[in-house]
């Protein structure tokens, strides 16, 4: 089973609403990651858990916090987001180490109004 | 920073044409290569994975290659059919990045 789950597929949030993205995968990997992508644009890293060690890609602002509960769950909390925050939130995982294949999902497709 | 590259950004061909596309990055410090396709609206669908020590890895109609000192890798499509018509991803992960980089894409289009 190479499946990464990704809930809700569709997410539509006000600027003042706080809300969760959820990704969960079975395939005992110990890496998981959340991109962003915009409209025609490719995906962009935004987290990375490995090792149960979060790294951030310093461009992402505070309003967007990730959380791993277990190694299996990785969660995205969303607060006072902005319009131009929209776009398509994909979450991976793969084997620890940086040779390994990533897995993706099939997404959340976040509108901001 | 490393960069990515795809060249072309878009391709139309008719059906039954073999086809290559396209990518280079800057810096060569790579750990491995992957070849994605994401149909609109969609999450990304791993094609291929070549690591550093290799030249080159065949999926059915794909081959992909890699020539890691000069920074470029090509997919190679045999036969492609109208089924193939997706955007295609190239992405690199190293150098310096702790997840992958990615290339802008090709828009593939394949006329029955």
């Known amino acids: 089973d190479t499946e990464v789950t990704q809930t809700p597929k569709h997410l539509v949030m006000g600027m003042t609403n706080k809300k969760s993205l959820k990704c969960e995968q079975h395939?005992?990997?110990?890496?998981m990651y959340w991109y962003k992508q915009k409209a025609k644009k490719p995906p962009e890293l935004m987290f990375v858990?490995?090792?149960?060690?979060?790294?951030i890609n310093e461009s992402v602002p505070s309003r967007f916090s990730p959380e791993c509960p277990n190694s299996s769950l990785l969660n995205l909390h969303l607060h006072a987001l902005q319009p131009e925050d929209s776009a398509l939130y994909l979450c991976?995982?793969?084997?620890?180490?940086?040779?390994?294949?990533?897995?993706f999902g099939p997404g959340t497709r976040l509108t901001v109004t | 920073k490393q960069e990515v590259t795809q060249i072309p950004a878009a391709l139309s061909v008719p059906e039954g044409e073999n086809l290559v596309l396209n990518c280079s990055f800057t810096?060569?410090?790579?750990?491995?290569l992957q070849w994605f396709r994401q149909d609109p609206g969609k999450g990304l669908t791993s094609l291929l994975l070549i690591q550093s020590s290799q030249r080159e890895q065949t999926s059915g109609r794909l081959n992909a290659s890699l020539d890691k000192s000069s920074g470029r890798s090509t997919l190679y499509i045999a036969a492609s059919q109208p089924g193939d018509s997706a955007t295609y991803l190239c992405a690199v992960r190293g150098g310096g990045a702790d997840g992958l980089t990615f290339g802008k894409g090709t828009h593939l289009i394949i006329q029955p």
């Open positions: 810096d060569s410090a790579i750990y491995n």
């Open positions: 395939m005992g990997h110990r890496a």
């Open positions: 991976a995982s793969s084997q620890m180490g940086l040779s390994y294949e990533q897995y």
């Open positions: 858990y490995s090792y149960e060690k979060l790294s």
